[in-house]
């Protein structure tokens, strides 16, 4: 399956949100989740990631497709509105999309020090929980492997703002602008750069 043209024929857009709620992250499609799992698992094979690490919701679905590809265990940080007691690795985010703070937390014994760990989600935009990912695996003595992404906002800061940290992105669709409340999507064949 290309996934890339499946998200190209079957994104919308509401606003300056482009959603793909009908297939990828509300309403899961288990063959799209699958062929996504495929893809991610296949640019990151070379690099043997230990574990696959997500934020809770959205990204649950195709960290656990990659996941089950790479057959490595999956690890989701769970999000609270508020400081807990909980022994975690933690770090505060702020969602422009939301308006709202929010905590992300990895508990100490699910994340331990020398893993070569793979972050993935459903969506690149402004990169600030991916950031925070990547901020609790380098905190817990792991190494990032690479940020792997469905879709990403060329437009947005999210890739710049991983780049600069010396991270790797890589994207399965690209959407560079929206124009007349559509979404125009990169050339598949030509990835976005891992600029800072």
Wanted: charged share 25%; with cysteine; net charge negative.
């Amino acid at each position: 399956m290309d996934v890339a043209a499946v998200i190209e024929r079957r994104a919308r857009v509401e606003g300056d949100l482009v959603l793909v709620d009908e297939f990828l992250n509300h309403r899961v499609e288990p063959g799209f989740i699958a062929a996504v799992g495929s893809e991610l698992a296949e640019r990151f094979a070379p690099d043997s990631p230990d574990l696959v690490l997500t934020a809770e919701a959205s990204g649950i679905p195709p960290a656990l497709a990659c996941g089950l590809e790479l057959d490595v265990p999956v690890v989701y940080a769970k999000k609270y509105p508020r400081p807990g007691t909980r022994t975690a690795y933690v770090r505060e985010v702020r969602s422009p999309t939301k308006g709202v703070e929010y905590r992300v937390e990895v508990a100490h014994r699910v994340l331990g020090p020398g893993l070569g760990v793979l972050v993935v989600d459903d969506f690149l935009s402004g990169g600030r929980t991916a950031e925070a990912l990547g901020q609790i695996v380098e905190e817990a003595g792991s190494e990032v492997v690479g940020f792997g992404f469905v879709v990403e906002k060329a437009y947005a800061e999210g890739r710049r703002r991983l780049v600069a940290h010396g991270w790797r992105v890589e994207s399965l669709a690209v959407v560079e602008s929206i124009v007349d409340g559509r979404p125009v999507f990169a050339s598949s064949t030509t990835p976005a750069p891992n600029r800072p």
